[in-house]
């Protein structure tokens, strides 16, 4: 069984920073992708950063600049710092992984984190 833990949410004023991790524990396949999306309240899921092995790195364009995604694949840990925060990042956040065997591509989904950004 996988289990993805997050931690790092929290209320934030605008202008400011937050660190998420996410820790994947478990047996599971080879990983291909450690990410993060979100979802805002009536909005759906959207992807937000992700690491791909090798070093690729992926952004929405709504957080390029400000936020850096990093994986340490010795603790299968992916992080996801958030600078400049702004109102419209208020969202559940969402570590993804995906890992695969052969030609099956698995998703894992962890609890979700919230994160306000607020005054």
């Known amino acids: 069984q996988v289990r993805l833990v997050e931690s790092g949410g929290g209320l934030v004023q605008p202008g400011g920073s937050l660190r998420l991790s996410c820790a994947a524990s478990g047996t599971f396949f080879s990983i291909n992708v450690m990410g993060w999306y979100r979802q805002a309240p009536g909005k759906q899921r959207e992807l937000v950063a992700a690491a791909a092995n090798g070093g690729t790195t992926n952004y929405a364009d709504s957080v390029k600049g400000r936020f850096t995604i990093s994986r340490d694949n010795a603790k299968n840990t992916v992080y996801l710092q958030m600078n400049s925060l702004k109102p419209e990042d208020t969202a559940v956040y969402y570590c993804?992984?995906?890992?695969?065997?052969?030609?099956?591509?698995?998703?894992?989904w962890g609890q979700g984190t919230q994160v306000t950004v607020s005054s």
């Open positions: 993804n992984l995906k890992t695969s065997w052969g030609t099956s591509v698995f998703d894992y």
